[in-house]
């Protein structure tokens, strides 16, 4: 069974992981752009793209999906919150829509299971070790996103084997 692991956010991404915690593929968020007009400037904002989101997740309707259990902090804006909040919604209806088993967890509960700290390069550097076959999807700054996603299913499949050992019965 594959496990999908999620970065939410419009700079998130979504890692798809064998059982034995292989990497088998990592996508950056599908996102569209909106521009309006805020007092007299152009802005461009993105949103998560529902209709690529579905198409991705589609073909793993039978698959486990854990998402990074993210909250707003004091510092941000309003619309920025909502935004983010949406986002996160988004991904929970999309799995939520498809049958997938969904799984949250909190940022610090993850990285303190891979001995991370709240530093992105260090996540960048540990899925470049976990798999080196795939260091070029985590070569960039911008690209923590993706090491987030893989990182956050490969608890789960960590979490999982574990509970799976603790099983046996001597």
């Keep these: ?9 419009v700079t998130g991404a979504i890692a798809f992981l064998t059982d034995d915690g292989d990497l088998l593929s990592v996508v950056d968020m599908p996102v569209f752009a909106v ?3 805020v007092k007299g400037k152009e802005r461009t904002r993105n ?4 209709h690529s989101l579905g198409d991705i997740l589609r073909p793993y ?3 486990q999906a854990v998402i990074e259990d993210v909250h707003s ?5 309003g619309v920025q919150a909502f935004s983010f909040g949406f986002g996160t919604g988004t991904l929970h209806g999309a799995v939520g829509a498809l049958g997938m088993q969904l799984d949250t967890v909190a940022p610090a509960r993850w990285k303190k299971h891979h001995r991370l700290t709240a530093d992105k390069d260090e996540a960048r550097r540990l899925a470049t070790r976990l798999w080196p076959q795939h260091s070029s999807l985590f ?4 690209d923590a996103g993706r090491a987030e996603a893989a990182l956050i299913g490969r608890f789960r499949i960590d979490v999982q084997r574990q509970v799976r050992n603790a099983d046996v019965v001597f």
Excluded: E, L, Y
């Design 139 to 142: 070569a960039r700054k911008m």
């Design 1 to 9: 069974m594959t496990t999908i692991g999620m970065d939410p956010g």
């Design 61 to 63: 309707a039978g698959a």
């Design 73 to 77: 902090r004091p510092d941000d804006g």
């Design 35 to 37: 521009k309006k007009m």
């Design 47 to 50: 949103h998560i793209n529902v």
